[in-house]
């Protein structure tokens, strides 16, 4: 079974960057094809519901507001850009179809303050 596998969260200041990371552990052939399709990445603020902040479809890369999705196929990677951050994008960030139909991962933690 595919087990998505997020990283890059931490700490940023305000104003700030961050570059998160989406792999995936399984066979190789349906990982591959896992991410060749339509993937987003995810947000879940404290007390609030799950919410897509970004998605991918037929793309290599899409940029929506200080946020640019974009993934490498070879890498089996899915990344996430995220710049002038402000305090409302805290929360656990997770990648996904953009179905969100397969098994969630952990999820990577995100927390902008000063």
């Known amino acids: 079974q595919v087990q998505l596998v997020e990283s890059g969260g931490g700490l940023v200041q305000p104003g700030g960057s961050l570059t998160l990371s989406c792999g995936a552990s399984?066979?190789?052939?349906?990982?591959?094809?896992?991410?060749?399709?339509?993937m987003a990445w995810y947000r879940q603020a404290p007390g609030k519901e799950r919410e897509l902040v970004a998605q991918?479809?037929n793309n290599v890369y899409s940029v929506r507001g200080r946020f640019t999705i974009s993934r490498d196929i070879g890498k089996r990677m899915l990344y996430l850009q995220m710049n002038s951050l402000t305090p409302e994008d805290t929360g656990v960030y997770y990648c996904?179809?953009?179905?969100?139909?397969?098994?969630w991962g952990q999820g990577t933690r995100v927390t902008v303050s000063s």
């Open positions: 399984g066979n190789i052939e349906t990982v591959s094809a896992l991410f060749r399709g339509g």
């Open positions: 996904n179809r953009i179905t969100g139909h397969q098994p």
């Open positions: 991918l479809t």
